[in-house]
């Protein structure tokens, strides 16, 4: 009990200093992260990197695709084809108002000529001779005249404005059109370099688990913890004296220290994992 006490009180001890794992903690029963890392040496610990180093591209990999440019104008082509769809459907519902408003007048228009024409051949014709039936005849004739007049204005300004709707559809058919035809091209783009991307990702994942399977279990779990709270980097290389994790340069001794002992070390700045190199 008292040994165990003394080991205790020296695992807290390198803790408090900033180092995770100490020679004497490295001396604990199998089955710890201690001893994991001991077992494995360096070796798991470069590989530990290079599984930094994989997760670090799938990282700006993933990025990339997220935030593609081309996809993004491809969304907003997109965007802009729904748009111009919309005022398509609504200009189309107005010139085809127009188209059925200008029917109307003009089937007006055309019984009213017919009406007009009959009745003129009845004034003309002698059948009439009742002085009182012939000015009512002409009277009707004069109003059958000016409601064709009038239709016949009212025609004329459908017409024109049947000609402007059929012209601002034109245009908007062929803007979307336009734009349709740059989605196309764009999309085939975006699938290419998309796909460009999928085969690199696919490539550092399946370096990345062989990497990662020659690394003890419960060293990994550290990483990855470390990982996700770490802005991505759970690992780093020591170079220089400095920690490429956070890029603090360690005090020299602290350095040396790390350098004689080897083994699992933490940044006493950022605590990722450091690997001596």
């Known amino acids: ?6 080991k205790t009180r020296a695992v807290e001890s390198m803790r408090g200093s ?10 604990m029963t199998a089955g710890t ?23 670090s591209a799938i990282d700006r990999l993933d990025h990339r ?13 997109n965007d802009n084809v729904a748009e111009l769809n919309a005022d398509i459907a609504i200009a189309t519902k107005n010139r085809d108002e127009l188209a059925r408003e200008q029917d109307r007048l003009e089937g007006e228009m055309g019984l009213a000529d017919q009406k007009i024409q009959r009745e003129e051949s009845r004034l003309f014709s002698g059948a009439v001779s009742n002085p009182r039936e012939l000015k009512a005849l002409q009277s ?20 024109v404005a049947k000609d402007t709707a059929d012209s601002t559809l034109s245009s908007l058919e062929a803007e979307r059109d336009g734009k349709l035809a740059r989605a196309e091209e764009l999309g085939r783009t975006v699938a290419s370099l998309l796909g460009a991307i999928d085969s690199e990702l696919e ?45 603090t340069r360690l005090p020299s001794r602290e350095v040396e220290r790390m350098v004689n002992e080897g083994g699992l070390q933490r940044c006493e700045n ?5 690997v001596v190199v």
């Open 65 to 77: 695709k997220a935030t593609l440019p081309e996809s993004q104008r491809l969304t907003e082509l």
């Open 1 to 6: 009990m008292y040994q165990m006490s003394v």
């Open 18 to 27: 900033g180092t995770l794992f100490s020679l004497p903690e490295r001396r």
């Open 140 to 159: 009707e004739v004069a109003m059958l005249k000016r409601n064709r007049g009038a239709a016949e204005d009212g025609l004329l300004e459908i017409m």
């Open 203 to 247: 490539g550092h994942q399946g370096a990345r688990a062989q990497a990662a399977a020659t690394i003890p279990a419960d060293l990994l779990e550290l990483y990855e913890k470390l990982r996700s709270t770490k802005g991505g980097v759970g690992a780093a290389a020591l170079e220089g004296g400095t920690c490429q994790g956070c890029h």
């Open 33 to 55: 992260l201690g001893w994991m890392v001991k077992e494995a040496g360096s070796v798991a610990l470069q590989n530990l990197l290079d599984v930094q180093a994989h997760d």
């Open 270 to 274: 950022c605590r990722r994992i450091l």
